[in-house]
């Protein structure tokens, strides 16, 4: 379907950081600002997925060259 174009470090920043925007969502619950931290969904997915979507438009890749 879509090409991977996140690499492995890249990947795993993604998924830690989407993990505490999440986390931080269920634990300031009294914050005005917390819904902010649903955003944190986009980096999760796109590190569960390998594949980022402003990363395709505009030509960039994080994953290793393939030798052919």
Excluded: H
């Excluded at 902010?36 to 979507?53: K, N, Y």
């Amino acid at each position: 379907m879509f090409k991977s174009n996140v690499g492995g470090i890249d990947r795993v920043l993604r998924v830690v950081a989407g993990l505490v925007l999440l986390a931080m969502f269920f634990l300031y619950q009294e914050a005005s600002w917390r819904y902010f931290t649903l955003i944190g969904v986009v980096p999760l997915f796109t590190g569960l997925f390998g594949t980022c979507p402003l990363y395709t438009v505009l030509g960039l890749s994080t994953c290793p060259v393939k030798k052919a």
